[in-house]
């Protein structure tokens, strides 16, 4: 049985920086594409960053420059580093790990941007 389980979102001030992390079980891990994805209120899902499993990476123009996908194979968990946050960044944020017909999804972060 696959699982995702995520961690890091919270509450952070604009400018300010947070971490998630997206650890997975019950999946041969380092095969997978691994991605991240948000869904603010009456918005739908949206791509934030992907990274292929020969570590190539793709982000969404609205993240550019602020946010940073990684993936540590041994340790079967997918990070996303969000900087310089803006308040449109507020949103909840989902793992995605993927291959081929298989697409698995964790339980969302809810990362709130705001003073």
């Known amino acids: 049985q696959v699982q995702l389980v995520e961690s890091g979102g919270g509450l952070v001030r604009p400018g300010g920086s947070l971490r998630l992390s997206c650890a997975a079980s019950?999946?041969?891990?380092?095969?997978?594409?691994v991605g991240w994805y948000r869904q603010a209120p009456g918005k739908e899902r949206e791509l934030v960053a992907i990274?292929?499993?020969?570590?190539?990476?793709h982000y969404a123009d609205s993240v550019k420059g602020r946010f940073t996908i990684s993936r540590n194979n041994a340790e079967k968990t997918v990070y996303l580093q969000m900087n310089s946050l803006k308040p449109e960044d507020t949103a909840v944020y989902y793992c995605?790990?993927?291959?081929?017909?298989?697409?698995?999804w964790g339980q969302g972060t809810q990362v709130t941007v705001s003073s």
């Open positions: 019950g999946i041969i891990f380092s095969i997978h594409n």
């Open positions: 995605n790990i993927q291959r081929q017909s298989n697409n698995y």
């Open positions: 990274m292929d499993t020969g570590g190539r990476t």
